[in-house]
């Protein structure tokens, strides 16, 4: 981890509209990556049409080609294990890629409303997975889809595959008479493919997401100037995935040791987290002030963050994410 290194990334596009008739329109462009680490480049045609087949709604289809660059700590690692024989063996890697393919419908059904569901699949190749070199278990079932964090030193080649698959629904109801509600839920199934040919579900592969958002604003004071504001916000998630421990293998080790081949077969439970947001604004003629009391995850539930394996008693532990965290905050503006 003991490196340094420094690159530039060049992107640019151009984009066209038509309306082919009163109620079609047709969206075309293209998009230019460059990491300049790498030499790596790529053209991203991308295409989308819009029916608007009544006042209020609509169907809409698109396919996009995007790229992405790894994080830093990719590139500049170092091999560690000496795999390749070279100190960073991963700065001549090329751009991930992914195909998207998305239809979606639109509904308004009254000037305040938005409703709109949506179906995608993400076809992704090219991804970074650890090179045919590095033959321990963990390098067999590596992406770099499934990277948050960390360095990893083995050399990696664009060899790997992926796909995500599902369907989202929005409902809105747009800032209008002081109040407001935002609801979103997500469907989904999310697999790669690493250098053992083995098609599995990456970490992400939580099968479902909603978020819960609602706000209502009171105006208050002798002239109706100032305001009260109430926010909520929910989220139920499926929970994270992890390797699993072989606790036989552990128990007999004295230490944890992971089944890297099942993947990321443990379950951290469904993840659920309640925010609250009390505030109240003043505003006068020469500067606005605003105290804000934020309680997050305001019922103090204890997610999984991740699990390890405890040598002492001889079974998995969960490290838990923060409770509950309170934030007071007083915001002027002049």
Known sequence: MDTKGNTTQWQGYTQASY??????????????????????????????????????QSLSLGYGRHSRIESMSVYFANDVNNYSGLQQPNTNLGLAKADHYVFAYDLFPGRKWHVKAEAYYQRLTDVPIASPLATDEFSQVFSTINLNRSFEGIPLVNEGEGENYGIEFTVEKFFTNDWYILTTASFFNSQFTPQDGVQRDTRFSSGFATTWLAGKEFKVGKNKNNSFGVNFRALWNGGGRFFNFDLPASRNAGFGIRDFQGGYSLDGGNYVR????????????????????DLQNATNRA?????????????????????LVPVLNLRVEL
């Open 303 to 323: 997610n999984v963050f991740n699990y390890f394996y405890n040598s002492s008693t001889g079974q998995l532990q969960a490290n838990e994410q923060l409770g």
């Open 19 to 56: 309306r082919l008739t009163q109620d079609l329109t047709f969206n075309a462009g293209f998009h230019m990556h460059y990491l300049a680490l790498t030499e790596a480049s790529s053209f991203e045609p991308r295409f989308g049409a819009k029916w608007q087949f009544k006042k209020n």
């Open 274 to 293: 309640i925010d609250l947001r009390l505030n109240y604004r003043v505003n006068k003629p020469k500067y606005a002030a605003t105290l804000s009391l």
